[in-house]
């Protein structure tokens, strides 16, 4: 079992930047790839971003690409994304997840490729 918290969201103005963070109560963190999707209201949760067990590895969304980037922290069992010129469509539930035994780099932008889930963070952006 992994147990997943994240943290970070907030309201801010087109434009602006934030940063959540995931961070995973499990010992053996290091060895899961990670990943970040989001859902808006109305809408299906949808995949964002993924990085690899070790972090070599890293694949976005068309929709955020070159804008957000995801990190991690092994030693402090922390997975990131840095978010950079928030746009309203951004507004969403954002929410980190842990790869399931099959993770891969063809199946990362699929929820069921995903076996851990956090509660989400809110991050609003304003026009």
């Known amino acids: 079992q992994v147990q997943l918290v994240e943290s970070g969201g907030g309201l801010v103005q087109a434009g602006a930047s934030l940063r959540l963070f995931c961070v995973a109560f499990?010992?053996?963190?290091?060895?899961?790839?990670m990943g970040w999707f989001r859902q808006a209201p109305g809408k299906e949760r949808e995949f964002v971003a993924a990085?690899?067990?070790?972090?070599?590895?890293?694949y976005y969304a068309d929709s955020v690409k070159g804008r957000f980037t995801i990190s991690r922290d092994n030693a402090k069992n922390t997975v990131y994304l840095q978010m950079n010129s928030l746009k309203p469509e951004d507004t969403a539930v954002y929410y980190c997840?842990?790869?399931?035994?099959?993770?891969?780099?063809?199946?990362?932008?699929?929820?069921?490729?995903?076996?851990?889930w956090g509660q989400g963070t809110q991050v609003t952006v304003s026009s």
């Open positions: 990085i690899s067990w070790s972090g070599g590895s890293t």
């Open positions: 997840a842990a790869g399931a035994l099959g993770w891969t780099a063809q199946t990362m932008g699929v929820m069921a490729a995903y076996a851990y």
């Open positions: 499990r010992r053996t963190f290091s060895s899961y790839a």
